[in-house]
């Protein structure tokens, strides 16, 4: 036992010599190391803070902000060659690889390439229409787009350090992955005719992915903006929706185009119903004051869009509402939306349920009508049809939506099917226009108040083959 004690008393004292004497080598080398260290923590902090300066001024400024994650295997989006030109576009897009660029919108249309500063050469900037912004170059199709950028960055100061947590979280995501930020403007130009019920995501932040033949996507949304969110709002995140959308089987009945149920009708009316416009004629036509109002768009939905085969409409609506009021209370109401009906020379049958026709038309031809239905143990359910008969019986739900009390909406629909019979009007996407399918959810956000202008949003859609050309 003695040799090996010896021996290791002998290795000890040989390091406790080496380090004796090169103490002060040794600690210059710790001193420097960590200087290294601390010097790159620094810069890699500096560049960051950079990097969301610059697509904070790109996203106050610009209408729609997208990321994009490159594939140098592939050849270079259009809009690389149009900005760069053919061969530096190609020799640029090499460069990358597999990193992230950016092509913001403005209100006009006009598309900007946004790469990277790191990326481009000073050569290859003077033979551009380029701009440079924080972390970023911004490529301009013309010298008159590239001022009209520099007006409205001009505008828009602000730190990345003073942002709300719902705002920071959104251009963290825009700077490590696909993902894309949008403003009313863009929303109401890619919507159309259904803008004004799509006001609740006027302003919006959505990671992106493609998982088995479907985008998927996973923000946030709300009316006003992120900018304006409070501190305390503090963005969790459920991730991407789990599985595939439901099968255009699945929608029941057979061969429904849209089904919408949600918490109360406010998510989708609120907005229009705060107008003047809509507001005055409520209360002096039909006597829906204040109250009235409030107990309807607080009220429990059910909706469902269906095809019609023939007559003078596209599709049928039926609209399920389960206001906490008295029956009577609207029914004021509905005797003088009646009442004008009759004057527009509308004809109401029925006994159980109000239906209206056109004078002199068949009995197919259906405009509209309503019913009360009082099913056991639940309170009155009003029915409402419009282009079709109400339905005679509560809607049943068609998802686990209700069973989740941060459930506001839920929604399924054919977009394909929707655009084919002109009932999807606006400038989406193609690869929107052309889904057989799409679902999607908004939830309240877990540290929000449940007034909160802004949710939690999730969902999915079926890609076509051509939607992903």
């Not at 992106?208 to 995140?237: C, M, N, T, Y």
Request: overall charge positive; proline content about 7%.
């Amino acid at each position: 036992m003695a040799g090996p004690s010896t021996s290791a008393q002998r290795v000890w004292q040989s390091l406790n010599l080496l380090f004796r004497s090169n103490r002060c080598s040794v600690g210059v080398a710790t001193l420097l190391t960590a200087s290294s260290l601390i010097g790159l923590v620094l810069t890699s902090s500096s560049q960051h803070d950079r990097q969301l300066n610059g697509l904070l001024q790109l996203a106050s400024s610009l209408q729609l902000v997208q990321a994009f994650r490159a594939d140098s295997s592939q050849q270079p989006p259009l809009l690389w060659q149009r900005r760069l030109g053919v061969t530096p576009a190609q020799e640029i897009w090499q460069r990358l690889g597999h990193g992230l660029w950016w092509q913001g919108w403005s209100v006009d249309g006009q598309a900007y390439l946004v790469l990277p500063s790191s990326l481009i050469t000073a050569e290859e900037r003077k033979r551009s229409i380029a701009h440079d912004l924080s972390h970023f170059v911004v490529l301009s199709a013309d010298a008159l787009n590239r001022q009209h950028l520099r007006e409205r960055l001009a505008s828009k100061r602000s730190s990345p350090h003073e942002l709300p947590p719902l705002l920071s979280s959104c251009l963290q995501r825009l700077a490590r992955g696909p993902a894309v930020v949008w403003r009313p403007e863009m929303l109401a130009r890619f919507s159309g005719a259904s803008a004004p019920l799509l006001q609740a995501a006027g302003h919006g932040c959505l990671s992106l992915r493609v998982s088995k033949g479907h985008l998927q996507w996973q923000g946030w949304i709300g009316s006003r903006d992120f900018a304006l969110a409070p501190r305390e709002l503090r963005p969790g995140g459920r991730g991407f929706p789990e599985g595939n959308p439901k099968g255009p089987d699945s929608l029941q009945p057979p061969q429904a185009l849209l089904m919408l149920e949600g918490e109360h009708l406010g998510v989708l009316f609120s907005a229009l119903a705060s107008r003047d416009i809509i507001r005055r004629p409520l209360e002096k036509n039909y006597g829906l004051g204040a109250a009235q109002r409030t107990k309807l768009l607080e009220a429990p939905f059910r909706l469902r869009l269906l095809p019609l085969p023939q007559g003078a409409f596209k599709a049928g609506l039926q609209l399920q509402l389960w206001p906490q009021a008295e029956r009577m209370s609207f029914d004021r109401s509905l005797q003088a939306l009646r009442g004008r009906l009759i004057d527009q020379g509308l004809n109401p049958t029925g006994r159980e349920a109000v239906i209206w026709r056109e004078s002199g038309s068949s009995d197919q031809d259906v405009i509209g009508g309503w019913r009360w239905l009082q099913p056991q143990s639940t309170r009155p359910v009003i029915s409402v049809g419009l282009g079709m008969s109400p339905a005679r019986r509560p809607l049943p739900a068609w998802s686990d939506a209700s069973k989740r009390p941060d459930v506001l909406v839920d929604l399924q629909a054919r977009p394909a099917d929707l655009a084919s019979r002109g009932l999807l009007d606006g400038q989406w996407p193609r690869v929107v226009t052309q889904a057989q399918t799409l679902s999607l959810r908004l939830h309240r956000l877990s540290s929000a108040r449940e007034s909160s202008p802004w949710s939690e949003l999730s969902g999915q859609l079926a890609l076509s083959d051509a939607g992903e050309s």
